[in-house]
């Protein structure tokens, strides 16, 4: 797989700087400022130990299933799902983009004497997290926009007698705020539609579990009059372990070819998302997507504001307990094709210990990555 994502996204890659030449700095007239956030609601655990699992054999994959599911559960997802949506009414961003909003339910086999579903020590993990945000934000926000990513069913017993069925799915989403009009991107060049987005070309197999499906979504959105094209995303992780970084790679260059390719000069184009790839990581092989997105000609907003402020985002430990934030990375953010001759109150959320949940200097973080937000001044 690596020789062929080499060779095609060497190809692209070389072609991005006509494509930057041909995209507008600022095709449309004066505009009012948009305000936008991206936030990434963290499913509750680390997947990567699941992942390593799946080459273990049936019963080191089983323990991890329960491990993830015991985490998820202690971590509290009504409440952290509540913290972050009152971040969203905090802030008021006209339009936000949500990564890791999933959904976990759990049945029990028909043949079963016990329900490992109601086992206490899981049952907490198992909630829609996109019901749940969209009870939080009452009415003030409506979604607008989703690209359903990795789903499966696994199988999973504490006692190696007893099955119950995990089914989880995951999905990146896009809330407009009440007063805002904006509608799904329908006409996507794409292999793999899902929803109202569409699923990446390459993504990380799994084996028997199929894939780590990931994907965007877009929206058109009008504010104060003015038109925009709105994208949210989320890539793989970056390369390392079992997790070759050509994924995320090539995955950035279909993003980035399909947002500019279809987005008209009229139009201004806004990217948002975890795309974890910080300005700060090494190259491997490839290019990493920052560096695709920079050479692309995509503007990070980040860099726009006034100051000089870090802006880390990632990661909080996974059990989200750690009393003294410990984000290092900035990989959550927002790009512009049109650059911005200002930009506003842009701001990370989520990372200082007032933003924890209760009780007071004891509660957990409410997700492992800050949120982003930034106003735009067109």
């Known amino acids: 797989m690596k020789r062929i994502l080499v060779a095609t996204i060497a190809a692209t890659f070389a072609s991005f700087a006509g494509i930057a030449a041909a995209a507008p700095s600022n095709a449309v007239g004066p505009a009012p400022t948009v305000d936008v956030m991206t936030q990434n609601q963290y499913l509750g655990a680390d997947i990567a130990p699941l992942i390593a699992a799946i080459g273990e054999g049936p019963e080191a994959f089983n323990a991890a299933v329960i491990k993830a599911l015991m985490q998820i559960a202690a971590n509290q997802t009504p409440a952290r799902v509540r913290m972050l949506s009152e971040q969203i009414l905090a802030r008021r961003p006209h339009l936000v983009g949500l990564q890791e909003v999933w959904e976990f339910a759990c049945f029990p086999d028909s043949q079963a004497k016990v329900n490992h579903c109601d086992n206490p020590m899981v049952k907490g993990a198992f909630s829609n997290h996109l019901a749940l945000t969209e009870s939080a934000l009452a009415g003030n926000y409506v979604l607008k926009g989703v690209v359903q990513n990795?789903?499966?069913?696994?199988?999973?017993?504490?006692?190696?007698?007893?099955?119950?069925?995990?089914?989880?799915?995951?999905?990146?989403?896009?809330?407009?705020?009440?007063?805002?009009?904006?509608?799904?991107?329908?006409?996507?060049?794409?292999?793999?539609?899902?929803?109202?987005?569409?699923?990446?070309?390459?993504?990380?197999?799994?084996?028997?579990?199929?894939?780590?499906?990931?994907?965007?979504?877009?929206?058109?959105?009008?504010?104060?009059?003015?038109?925009?094209?709105?994208?949210?995303?989320?890539?793989?992780?970056?390369g390392g372990g079992p997790i070759p970084g050509e994924v995320q790679a090539a995955q950035a260059i279909q993003l980035t070819q399909t947002v500019l390719g279809t987005t008209p000069a009229d139009r201004r184009l806004i990217v948002v998302g975890d795309m974890n790839s910080s300005p700060n990581d090494a190259p491997s092989s490839l290019p990493t997507p920052y560096q695709i997105f920079y050479a692309a000609g995509l503007a990070d907003a980040w860099l726009l504001r006034p100051g000089d402020v870090a802006g880390l985002t990632c990661c909080q430990l996974e059990d989200l307990s750690n009393r003294v934030s410990v984000l290092v990375r900035r990989i959550d953010l927002i790009l512009t094709r049109e650059v911005p001759p200002r930009v506003k109150d842009a701001r990370v959320i989520g990372e200082v210990a007032a933003d924890r949940l209760a009780p007071p200097g004891r509660g957990l973080w409410p997700s492992d990555h800050a949120s982003v937000a930034a106003g735009l001044q067109y």
């Open 150 to 238: 990795f789903t499966a069913t696994v199988p999973f017993s504490f006692d190696g007698v007893n099955l119950a069925y995990l089914s989880v799915k995951d999905r990146d989403v896009i809330f407009a705020r009440s007063d805002v009009t904006a509608t799904p991107f329908k006409q996507y060049p794409c292999s793999k539609p899902s929803q109202d987005g569409c699923n990446f070309e390459i993504d990380l197999p799994l084996g028997a579990l199929g894939s780590v499906k990931r994907g965007f979504v877009m929206v058109d959105a009008e504010i104060a009059g003015a038109p925009y094209r709105f994208v949210n995303t989320h890539l793989e992780v970056e």
